[in-house]
């Protein structure tokens, strides 16, 4: 019998007749698209037809039904040939047995590109669910840094889906809806597509919230039928004032969506009757210059309201978005929001990065809104090398995606867009990474602030940077950009990593000492030998691994001395040396930290405790947890304080007080005037007599710590000071 080899799913007839739905495709394309690439598109939907053969959706339907559509959404912008066909095959490569290797060699290697970008990962395995999207998130991101057409294809392909979602269970509605809403709404927002982004809202609103999108919907329509008559009137009135202008253009309504209404009341607690009481209208004309004679026209008919004028054609949105707004009172009583652009900001306002497509990836982009969009995928590409971690990564995403934003200046003129409740940190960020680790104050509008200051709008900003300033953990509570956030965490990083080696020396270095060894003394190819058997690269890592108390000094360097074979007999075994304690400085903030239970001060006895991937935790000696620690006396490190000794050490006070007016300012005063900063104040107990406070406070040592209790017992109104815990 003779074996007739597979055939390929590619191997198919072109001129095969097609249904109705890709008939009309193929006309939308046809009208701006020459017809070899027509017939592109028609052999990538019988292969994609081939493809999922015998698959159907939830609704019943043959699947290739699903693609198709999502096509049909990108022809409707325009896209080009390359970008229809990946919409067609965009989940063959996960769902069928068609090869990456098959589709590159039927329509090239662009077409495998973009459908493996958008490709989902439900194959991969991952921790948890919540990884599994993060990852996939990333994955999407990246592909969309290399080439914008991939996210064009996921947005088309999740509106789709949610135009059909009423086919799933509530569970999957609820969950979509809610990812739409959360993720790719935002998205199409900032890459400037209005279009797509109310339509994902819209529908994402419909089937989260079903009850409170259809009596929202239901309080709109009544609302347009009262006031139809009023919005006519002044309709004809801006035309009218155009036209005697003689500046050329039309005047059209705007409505306000269902999802804006909802968030608006929930965030800004504002009733339906306050938002509906605003009439919005856009202005189009044809030139930049004719929108800014618009301004001043229907600033003659109407009495502009201060303050709420804004001009994002000189200086556009993060998106590309470029508009004037401004808000009149009107002939009712009521504002009018007034929006003016061109023909061809209106575009770019409604498609973003799909506006005017013409894609050539030599030449750059088309339009602002691509290269904005190329601007901010590049420092997410950025972003995403320095966080290991996929849903750390997907966080910063989420925070870069606030809508709101404000725009900032530097001295030079130069504009930046951050996202709302930015601080001077982020803007020293924004500037440069450098910039950002280096600086110590900020200039806002040539006033020194601190870089925690929150910036708004039209401030002009100068970072103010010393040569020994570091970022510090507190850092990352003043920051809301993914840039500022990743760098951050990046630095800390390398700053642990430096402290463990050079701690985990030490330990280990004293461990040897022990053993009549050190490891300046242990032979390379012992040493390399042992990493190798311990799976680690470098000495570092080893290093670093013990500060960091994943793994023991004491076990290493018994496993050294084991690997170098029979002494003599004159070298001295573990316990003969009394090992000197490791002197602490309170600079090694990236392998130590200072327990809460006990607060050890400079000047205490002190014991170390080795928490796994945590480092090393100081208590003091006579801490009560000590006792549980000493059952497990490999995690023990033996530490003591450096006679140079650097930082501030929080220390708690229990205070016992007479309860009477300005006892708190009194004893506060006191610790302010012994050079200690006071972190926060409470009251433990109170009755009509007495009250007992305690004050977390910063100090340099033990001395200092009782130099502060002996100015607050002067004060004469407290009856004990004491340190707690005691």
């Not at 009733?271 to 009439?279: E, G």
């Not at 997410?380 to 750390?392: I, K, Y």
């Not at 001295?572 to 000197?580: I, R, T």
Request: glycine content about 6%.
């Amino acid at each position: 019998m003779e074996v007739i080899p597979a055939k390929k799913l590619t191997d198919v007839v072109d001129d095969r007749p097609v249904p109705p739905y890709v008939q009309a495709l193929e006309e939308r394309v046809g009208a701006y698209l020459p017809h070899e690439q027509v017939m592109r598109i028609r052999r990538a939907y019988l292969v994609g037809a081939a493809a999922h053969e015998g698959q159907t959706r939830k609704s019943g339907e043959p699947y290739i039904t699903h693609p198709v559509a999502v096509a049909h959404v990108l022809a409707d912008l325009g896209l080009d040939a390359e970008t229809i066909i990946a919409a067609i095959l965009h989940d063959t490569l996960e769902d069928t047995r068609l090869g990456r290797d098959e589709l590159a060699g039927a329509f090239g290697e662009t077409v495998a590109e973009l459908v493996d970008g958008v490709t989902k990962l439900d194959k991969m395995r991952f921790s948890s669910r919540a990884e599994a999207d993060a990852e996939s998130f990333r994955k999407m991101l990246l592909a969309m840094a290399r080439d914008l057409r991939v996210i064009l294809i996921k947005l088309s392909d999740r509106l789709h889906n949610m135009r059909t979602l009423g086919a799933k269970d509530a569970t999957s509605r609820r969950r979509i809806a809610r990812e739409t809403l959360e993720i790719y709404a935002p998205i199409a927002q900032r890459l400037g597509m209005n279009k797509f982004k109310a339509e994902l809202q819209d529908l994402g609103f419909k089937a989260l919230y079903p009850d409170r999108h259809r009596i929202i919907g239901e309080r709109i329509r009544a609302a347009l039928g009262n006031r139809r008559e009023a919005m006519a009137k002044i309709e004809m009135a801006l035309e009218g004032r155009l036209a005697a202008e003689k500046i050329p253009g039309r005047a059209v309504s705007r409505i306000k969506s269902a999802w804006s209404i909802y968030s608006k009341m929930r965030n800004e607690h504002k009733s339906f009757a306050q938002l509906m009481d605003v009439y919005g209208f856009r202005v189009i004309t044809d030139s930049a210059m004719h929108c800014y004679m618009a301004l001043g026209a229907v600033h003659g008919l109407y009495k502009p309201v201060d303050g709420r004028f804004k001009d994002f054609i000189a200086i556009p949105k993060g998106n590309g978005y470029q508009s004037l707004h401004t808000v009149l009172l009107g002939p009712f009583g009521a504002p009018i929001e007034i929006q003016i652009r061109t023909s061809e900001m209106e575009s770019v306002a409604e498609r973003g990065v799909a506006a005017h497509w013409a894609y050539k990836s030599d030449s750059g982009p088309a339009n602002s809104a691509q290269a904005r969009a190329r601007e901010w995928l590049s420092a997410l590409a950025d972003s995403q090398a320095n966080t290991p971690s996929a849903s750390e990564f997907l966080e910063n995403v989420k925070i870069d995606l606030f809508p709101d934003e404000v725009y900032l200046f530097t001295p030079r003129g130069e504009i930046f867009s951050l996202p709302r409740n930015a601080t001077a940190l982020d803007f020293a960020y924004a500037v440069h990474t450098d910039v950002g680790d280096h600086a110590v104050a900020a200039r806002v509008d040539k006033k020194l602030v601190p870089l925690r200051t929150r910036l708004v709008s039209g401030q002009q900003v100068e970072i103010i940077t010393a040569p020994s300033a570091v970022p510090n953990p507190a850092w990352l509570e003043a920051v809301v950009t993914g840039k500022a956030r990743t760098a951050i965490r990046q630095y800390l990083k390398h700053l642990q990593h430096e402290d463990a080696v050079d701690f985990g020396h030490r330990m280990l270095d004293r461990a040897l000492d022990a053993r009549g060894l050190s490891l300046d003394a242990v032979p390379a190819a012992t040493l390399d030998r042992f990493l190798e058997d311990s799976k680690l690269k470098r000495l570092e890592e080893l290093l670093s691994e013990i500060a960091l108390g994943n793994r023991f000094a004491d076990q290493v360097a018994t496993q050294l001395v084991n690997l170098l074979g029979p002494r003599d007999d004159h070298a001295p075994v573990a316990g003969e040396h009394s090992a000197e304690k490791i002197r602490i400085t309170g600079a090694e903030r990236g392998v130590l930290s200072f327990g809460n239970c006990c607060h050890p001060l400079p000047g205490d006895e002190i014991v170390g405790f080795l928490s796994s991937g945590k480092g090393i935790v100081v208590h003091r000696v006579e801490c009560p947890n000590v006792a549980e620690f000493r059952k497990t006396p490999e995690r023990i490190v033996a530490i003591e304080w450096d006679r140079d000794v650097t930082g501030d050490y929080r220390a708690e006070l229990r205070i016992e007080v007479l309860n009477r007016p300005g006892v708190l300012a009194t004893v506060a005063a006191a610790i302010a005037d012994a050079g200690s900063n006071i972190e926060n104040v409470e009251y433990i107990e109170r009755d009509s007599t007495a009250a007992t406070l305690l004050f977390a406070i910063e100090v340099k040592d033990r001395k200092h710590l009782a130099d502060v209790m002996r100015r607050v017992r002067r004060t004469g109104v407290v009856s004990g000071v004491y340190r707690h815990p005691l």
